[in-house]
């Protein structure tokens, strides 16, 4: 898989860990902006000390139930972050949003990775990716964030998602974006129940086609409480299993919120995938 770091191709070693920073008001609760951006420049700082291969910006939450934000907010949100970090940081830096103007700002000040829970589907969104020239990650989402969990139904739903997932791919590579830029996700937790989840993670091997790396998210979900009845804050173990399950069935890309333990399971599930029949990610 292929990122821009500065604005150039770079080569990402699979299976890696992407730590998550949230750039919106609730993540940053202490007043004003400036000491918002310093404290979401600080932890982008540790994340990439622990060990992160990716940094995702994020300024529009798309937590089941939230409201969309409007484009000059989430620019003043998430800009001065990436801009903060390529200065500091040889890291890649990926940019969650489904807005082609974000997507166009973000890369121009140092993304090079755009992060869509819409999987590019926003008019205009396509092409502003294909023009940045970015590295893209399409998610699977059923409806959106405001009601996307009222009632999620699907038939086959390994099936369904792989189909989406695989035309979104296609789409991709006809507007011009390379093959090797081009990752996929089934989104755990958009417009899905917890059997739906379950399903997908069982069967990640199937979701994409081989080469198409495989992005999981997992961290503190939903998903991980009901199954151990935690709230967010103790989610760490239950998170972690399923990142190590993820990464032995395949998964190339771990998004995650805790990052220096992320990556110690990851490094051991991976080794344990190495050793076995399963061969080397792209
Ligand atoms: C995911 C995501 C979120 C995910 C990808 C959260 C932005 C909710 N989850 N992006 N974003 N995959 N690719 O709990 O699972 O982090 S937001």
Known sequence: MQVLVHGRPVGLALPAVMGILNVTPDSFSDGGRYASLEAAIDQGLRMAADGASIIDVGGESTRPGASPVDTGEELRRVLPVIEGLAARLDVPLSVDTSKPEVMRAAVAAGAGLINDVRALE????????????????????????RSMQEDPCYGDVVAEVGAYLAARVEACRRAGIAPERISVDPGIGFGKRPEHNLALLAALDRLA????????????????????????????????????????????????????????VVKVASALRSAGSGGSLQ
Do not use: N, Q, W
């Open 209 to 264: 086609e081989p080469g198409v790396p495989v992005l999981i998210g997992v961290s503190r979900k939903s998903l991980v409480g009901i199954i151990t009845g935690r709230p967010p804050g103790e989610r760490l173990a239950g998170s972690l299993a399923f990142a190590a399950l993820a990464v032995a069935r395949g998964a190339a890309i771990v998004r995650a919120h805790d990052v220096a333990a992320t990556v110690d």
């Open 122 to 145: 926003a008019h205009g969104a396509l092409e502003a990716a294909a023009a940045s020239g970015a590295a893209v990650c399409l998610m699977h989402m059923r409806g959106e964030p």
